[in-house]
Nanobody, 118 residues
């Protein structure tokens, strides 16, 4: 079982930047997929970015070109750099670990709040 803890959320004005971190309880070098999701008020949780063990990345269209996901296996952390933030980026951001890839269980953190004001 993997435990993940998110940090780095906060409030920022539109156009600003935030950097979120996800710290895992153990080594992430063997975890095939680490991802970030978010949930806006009144909406369902949505996937926004993922990184594979070989550092290949995928992004949702809504964040492509503005957000960057990266992983540091030595520190067992995954980072989400968010630039050019928009009010519609507001929500709770969750880290997700899939030790067995897409077919296995997913482990979630408690989330960190991001608020972008116009």
């Amino acid at each position: 079982q993997v435990q993940v803890v998110e940090s780095g959320g906060g409030s920022v004005q539109a156009g600003g930047s935030l950097r979120l971190s996800c710290a895992a309880s153990g080594s992430i070098s063997s975890i095939p997929i680490m991802a970030w999701y978010r949930q806006a008020p009144g909406k369902e949780r949505e996937w926004i970015a993922r990184i594979f063990s070989e550092d290949r990345t995928n992004y949702a269209d809504s964040v492509k070109g503005r957000f960057t996901i990266s992983r540091d296996n030595a520190k067992n952390t995954v980072t989400l750099q968010m630039n050019s933030l928009k009010p519609e980026d507001t929500g709770v951001y969750y880290c997700n670990a899939r030790p067995r890839g897409f077919t296995g269980p997913a482990y979630w953190g408690q989330g960190t709040q991001v608020t972008v004001s116009s």
